[in-house]
């Protein structure tokens, strides 16, 4: 779908912004630009629908060199989102989104009703339309954009650092909600962070780029995170990134546990022994936190629940990754992390041991399958060469 070959810019005042760049972006794929600020990911996206002009090389977009396509018309045919959704004030949001088709000659009257009905698809109230973008909070002003971005139904989606304006509950929402999106309409998809864990969390290919505008590493996320290509792409993605690398295993073949639960009213008659841990739950049977045996003492003392009951720690739900499993049980004051399902009612828990025990065994599992595959592909060893008629 994109292709760079050989792609330098370099400014006027000698700033070389990137160098010598050759990459593939596969259709329909989710490729994300990743680095510190002034490595070139921004530059190079841009010029993609050639706001920038490379220096040197070239930029194709389905075989065809872009420099010999009207920038026009090529801008009208690519999907952009910027931060902070860059909505034009003064119009509607069923306006702003509608502004591409009707550029491209679409009737207003039909392009408005196209917008409305975007609107839901990217989870907003198709009501916010008549609203102005001044009335609308940051993370629904996001959402407009990529609203307006999918307007002409654009096969190339640009997202310059598009939720970094936003605060992290926001921003892990519109993240979820561009997953969702990719699923079902299959844009291809560059996006540019600084973010290592929004790369790697959304991402199909992540293309970390380093000093000097020279790419480091393009590979998929799980690669990136296991074997950096280099001490930059090392020490970029972070001490951390064996965590990060859970995201990619699941949880689904842990066996969750059953764990006590009880109800506020009934917190004063339990009879704990020492080490002993209960969920506490509302009447859903969602949980609200622990209490042990030091807990109880103090209700029965006269102490306020809230005084009493621990803090329960981050849930999980089944089809979660063993990174949020393992970020339950060690954010638990029990060590057990709650598993809940989609109601948020407790269904079981699982200890952080465990946990790391499913890690040990799946990564056992894969170095013998790597193993298998290596000696597959060796072919048969010297002892069994067919030695007849020597």
Not at 21 to 31: A, G, N, Q, R, V
Not at 93 to 119: C, E, F, H, I, Y
Not at 129 to 139: E, H
Request: a negative charge.
């Amino acid at each position: 779908m994109i292709t760079f070959t050989g792609v330098t810019k370099r400014f006027a005042d000698g700033t070389t912004a990137v160098d010598d760049l050759d990459l593939h972006i596969e259709p329909e794929s989710f490729t994300v630009f990743v680095g510190p600020s002034g490595c070139g990911k921004t530059t190079s996206m841009r010029m993609i629908n050639r706001m920038i002009t490379p220096t040197s090389g070239s930029v194709t977009v389905d075989g065809e060199n872009i420099a010999n396509v009207d920038a026009v018309r090529l801008r009208l045919g690519i999907g952009y989102v910027i931060q902070s959704g860059g909505l034009l004030p003064h119009r509607t949001v069923a306006d702003n989104v509608a502004t591409v088709p009707v550029l491209r000659g679409q009737s207003r009257r039909s392009a408005r009703k196209s917008a409305v009905a975007l609107l839901e698809r990217v989870g907003l109230d198709p009501v916010l339309g008549n609203r102005y973008p001044a009335q609308l909070s940051g993370g629904q002003q996001q959402r407009v954009g990529v609203a307006r971005a999918l307007a002409a139904d654009p096969p190339i989606l640009l997202m310059d650092e598009p939720f970094s304006a936003v605060d992290p509950v926001v921003r892990e929402d519109l993240q979820s909600e561009m997953q969702r999106l990719q699923a079902e309409l299959r844009k291809t998809i560059v996006f540019v962070t600084h973010d290592i864990d929004e790369a790697v969390k959304l991402g199909d290919r992540v293309a970390v780029f380093g000093p000097g505008g020279r790419l480091q590493q393009y590979d998929d996320p799980r690669t990136v995170l296991a074997s950096p290509a280099n001490e930059f792409v090392a020490a970029f993605v972070g001490r951390d990134r064996g965590y990060r690398g859970l995201s990619f295993r699941s949880a689904d073949t842990i066996a969750l546990h059953d764990v006590t639960t009880a109800r506020r009213e009934d917190l004063a008659d339990l009879r704990l022994e020492r080490d002993e841990w209960v969920v506490v739950v509302d009447e859903a049977g969602a949980p609200q936190g622990w209490i042990d045996v030091t807990g109880v003492d103090g209700l029965r003392a006269g102490r306020s629940p809230s005084q009493c009951i621990a803090a329960g720690g981050s849930l999980f739900k089944p089809g979660a990754d063993l990174r949020l499993a393992l970020d339950a049980a060690i954010s638990s004051p029990s060590g057990i992390g709650v598993a809940v399902n989609d109601n948020g009612t407790v269904i079981g828990g699982v200890p952080a041991s465990e946990v790391l025990d499913k890690l040990a065994e799946q990564r056992r599992e894969e170095d013998l399958e790597r193993n298998q595959q290596f000696f597959a592909s060796a072919g048969p060893g010297p002892e069994a060469t067919d030695t007849t008629g020597s």
